[in-house]
């Protein structure tokens, strides 16, 4: 059963849709622009392409219940 709701997600998040789970939380897709980064060793700037990613915000049921711990 789990893993048939994770290929539900993946599929939905493919699909370029947020998934939400009442009560624990929400899964956003974000689309990130070219920037300039930097080599923390070296100092040399390099481009970093656009890209989707994924976050993750906690509800705050969730985020109650793990302060209580």
Request: charged share 25%; with cysteine.
């Amino acid at each position: 059963m789990v893993e048939s709701i994770l290929q539900h997600m993946c599929g939905a998040l493919g699909g370029g849709e947020n998934v939400k789970i009442s009560g624990f939380g929400t899964f956003l897709l974000r689309d990130k622009a070219e920037r300039v980064g930097r080599n923390p060793k070296t100092g040399v700037e390099v481009p970093i392409t656009p890209r989707r990613v994924m976050t993750f915000r906690a509800s705050q049921m969730l985020k109650d219940r793990i302060s209580d711990i």
